[in-house]
T-cell receptor, first 112, second 115 residues
């Protein structure tokens, strides 16, 4: 079963706009990760936020984590057509290195 | 190229046939994972190896599925008596030992089509 659920399932924006994707999860976590997947390819790790962090930045990416609400958001600023991809959140259960569980993903389309 | 390598990239097989996929992880990564992904869904965990030991298997991994990682290097995933429901992308990932909960490095997957 999916641990995380992303919202929205699909998002279409114009180049230059910001894109926000949300993720909810069910159990306690050590960290939460976001991955990106281009069509027909493998997943690429984007950013990891630990459970004791509330916000993290990496380039045009900003991730927030609210452990009290069991939710996270991924913001991509000044989007580009090349950002078109599926984005997934993923969590390890606390203390487990054995199973990284992914959500169902947000399909982002950035129109030129 | 030092990324995770998967072969073949595509496999078309008839129902009832056996198929085997191979994954070569990043060198010195002692953790290796297999996932399955269907269209529009996130990857679903299948199994996990630490070195040559298979430490966890999902309930999704029926007795038709078997995975090995001899000598703790490359891994194979075999599906026996394939069914149409096995059609999916099979993804392999690896991560280094030591750091708990470190990010996974994925290959580009093997897309299986069962006709």
């Amino acid at each position: 079963s999916q641990q995380g659920e992303e919202d929205p399932q699909a998002l279409s924006i114009q180049e230059g706009e910001n894109a926000t994707m949300n993720c909810s999860y069910k159990t306690s976590i050590n960290n939460l990760q976001w991955y990106r997947q281009n069509s027909g390819r493998g997943l690429v790790h984007l950013i990891l936020i630990r459970s004791n962090e509330r916000e993290k930045h990496s380039g045009r990416l900003r991730v927030t984590l609210d452990t009290s609400k069991k939710s996270s958001s991924l913001l991509i600023t000044a989007s580009r057509a090349a950002d078109t991809a599926s984005y997934f959140c993923a969590t390890w259960n606390s203390g487990s290195a054995r199973q990284l569980t992914f959500g169902s993903g947000t399909q982002l389309t950035v129109l030129p | 190229d030092t990324g995770v390598s998967q072969n073949p990239r595509h496999k078309i097989t008839k129902r009832g046939q056996n198929v085997t996929f191979r994954c070569d992880p990043i060198s010195e990564h002692n953790r290796l994972y297999w996932y399955r992904q269907t269209l529009g869904q996130g990857p679903e965990f299948l199994t996990y190896f630490q070195n040559e030991a298979q430490l966890e298997k999902s309930r999704l991994l029926s007795d038709r599925f078997s995975a090995e990682r001899p000598k703790g290097s490359f891994s194979t995933l075999e599906i026996q008596r394939t069914e149409q429901g096995d059609s999916a992308m099979y993804l392999c990932a690896s991560s280094p030992g030591g750091a708990v909960n470190s990010p996974l490095h994925f290959g580009n997957g093997t897309r299986l089509t069962v006709t």
